[in-house]
């Protein structure tokens, strides 16, 4: 890519605006996508300190809105509105883009494997950039996220760039994209 | 019915209603304060030499409680650490008035730094600070970590510096800055040695995270871990089942 206007990038943008667009195609994709940011959410706020969520949630369950809280607190604390906000964004993303994954992988499977290949790579690489301090953590490295450059927020930073790649790669799931050349 | 496929005004109203809910409910979730501020001093204290079964040193380190109780409850912290001030303001309260000053359990204050460069010159000063009062005016300490933790700020641990420190023990009746200045300078080295001794018993512990405690059982050597700023319920809980194992 040479300048900021190429066709590439502008088909890309399109592609990305496509792919956000998608889940709006039917009640049941917007409530798949609605899930899946909640759940990412969940998941991504108590994995910044996983010793802490396993003990709360596995002594009484009902605690998981007390651990949710108390831990976004704590990410908006250590983090500022920075990287309270990339966490949010993060869920939104992988809303979006597991919304289009499960037409993608519908699609794939009925007209062969290569695009399910292709999809797979983006979302794991997008996933553990962005989960990658909460795993540093439950590895058992005490501060993972204050020894991350800029306390982590680079990391969520990349995972968000990861994810936007991904979608605007894929664009909207049931369209066959074509590279402009 | 709407047709398939079709993006109508209904979803995109609703999907832009519940972006905008979802990021407003992070958003009060991220700045609610917490609410039931309270402030622990405790009734009684005590300083000790020994090593404990559970094999942490108590000298030097603040011990608030009675020496027979009989649980012991050890309390990582960092005084630059979001978490362990919630458990300060929120837990501590109770779980003093309930079990410490009743003659239950007796909390043994230690050093884990791990959140800001200026963790560790935070520990020092605590001990420092602790060194001085410890005879004479031992709830003095207490005050002074209070305002420690009342001191951090919303937005990053750049609150955390010499002056600020300076500032809270200036401010701390029966704490001479000078003196603790003193200790710093020439038990520095010795103090940052126990205060590593302090996080290495920590991650032998398994502790991964501040606040984390051990509640150990000093007569039938049975312990139990708990991490984080967890509710009062789990200590009580907890608390409980180790008195009676």
Redo the contacts between chains.
């Keep these: 890519m040479t300048g900021t206007d190429t066709p590439a990038h502008r088909a890309w943008l399109r592609d990305l605006r496509d792919a956000f667009v998608y889940p709006l195609t039917s009640n049941g994709r917007l409530l798949t996508t609605g899930i899946a940011t909640g759940v990412t959410y969940v998941v991504l706020v108590l994995s910044t300190f996983p010793q802490f969520s396993v003990q709360v949630l596995t002594r009484d369950p009902t605690d998981l809105a007390y651990a949710v809280t108390a831990l976004t607190r704590e990410v908006y604390l250590g983090t500022g509105w920075l990287g309270i906000g990339l966490v949010a964004a993060y869920a939104l993303l992988t809303g979006v883009a597991v919304t289009n994954a499960v037409a993608l992988v519908r699609r794939a499977r009925r007209t062969g494997a290569s695009t399910l290949a292709g999809i797979v790579p983006g979302l794991l690489a997008a996933g553990c950039a962005s989960c990658g301090a909460g795993v540093l953590g439950a590895l058992g490295f005490v501060g993972a996220m204050a020894v991350l450059p800029f306390e982590g927020n680079l990391l969520r930073i990349g995972g968000i760039a990861l994810l936007a790649i991904f979608l605007g790669r894929a664009g909207d799931p049931r369209t066959c994209s074509i590279d402009p050349t | 019915m709407e047709p398939?496929?079709?993006?109508t005004r209904r979803?995109?109203l609703?999907?832009g209603g519940?972006?905008i809910a979802?990021?407003g409910a992070?958003?009060y979730?991220?700045?609610?304060s917490e609410s039931d501020e309270q402030e622990y001093v405790p009734d009684t204290f005590h300083t000790s030499e020994k090593t404990t079964g559970f094999g942490v040193e108590l000298a030097g380190r603040p011990i608030v409680g009675e020496p027979s109780a009989p649980v012991d409850v050890y309390y990582w912290t960092d005084y630059l650490c979001?978490?362990c001030k919630?458990f300060e303001t929120e837990t501590l309260p109770d779980v003093g008035r309930d079990y410490v000053d009743a003659g239950e359990a007796r909390v043994i204050t230690l050093s884990?730094p791990?959140?800001?460069e200026y963790s560790t010159p935070s520990a020092v000063w605590g001990r420092c600070v602790w060194e001085q009062v410890a005879d004479n005016d031992p709830a003095a300490f207490w005050r002074w970590h209070g305002a420690a933790f009342d001191a951090?700020s919303?937005?990053?641990h750049d609150w955390a510096d010499e002056e600020t420190f300076t500032s809270i023990t200036e401010q701390t009746e029966s704490v001479s800055v000078a003196d603790v200045d003193a200790c710093r300078q020439e038990r520095g080295d010795a103090i940052r040695e126990s205060i590593d001794t302090d996080a290495a018993t920590a991650?032998s512990a398994g502790?991964?995270?501040?606040p984390g405690f051990v509640l150990y059982n000093r007569e039938s050597d049975a312990a139990g871990k708990?991490?984080?700023?967890?509710?009062y319920d789990?200590f009580a809980?907890a608390l409980d089942r180790i008195r009676e194992a």
């Design positions: 398939e496929d079709n993006i979803r995109a609703l999907a519940g972006t979802f990021g992070v958003a979730f991220a700045s609610r979001p978490f919630r884990y791990n959140i800001g951090q919303e937005s990053g991650q502790i991964r995270g501040t708990i991490v984080g700023a967890q509710p789990n809980d």
